[in-house]
């Protein structure tokens, strides 16, 4: 019996992570410092964001150069988890 791998995903790999928030606040830079503070390559990070139709929420796009399954999984639980995040996908 052949083992299934854990992820699809061949690392390292450019990888985009998008966050969803209010606008009111400096959500880009929240996002940017979590990723950042977990992503082995920091140096190698792309970020591009884009307001909703009212300028209300802000979608937070950062591309980072993954080097693991356990390096995302803990950029996405710590966005997750932050309380300034709706949505992390």
């Known amino acids: 019996m052949t083992e299934q ?7 390292p790999c450019q990888f985009p992570i998008k966050a969803m ?3 009111d606040i400096e959500f880009d830079l929240l996002v940017l410092e979590i990723v950042q503070k977990h992503a082995h390559v920091p140096e190698k990070i792309v970020m591009n964001t884009r307001s909703s139709k009212n300028g209300s929420y802000l979608a937070v ?5 993954a080097q693991s399954k356990l390096e995302l999984d803990t950029i996405y639980q710590q966005l997750s988890s932050h309380p300034l995040v709706l949505m992390a996908i």
């Open 61 to 65: 796009t950062v591309i980072i150069e």
């Open 21 to 23: 928030g209010k606008a």
């Open 5 to 11: 791998p854990e992820t699809l995903l061949e690392f």
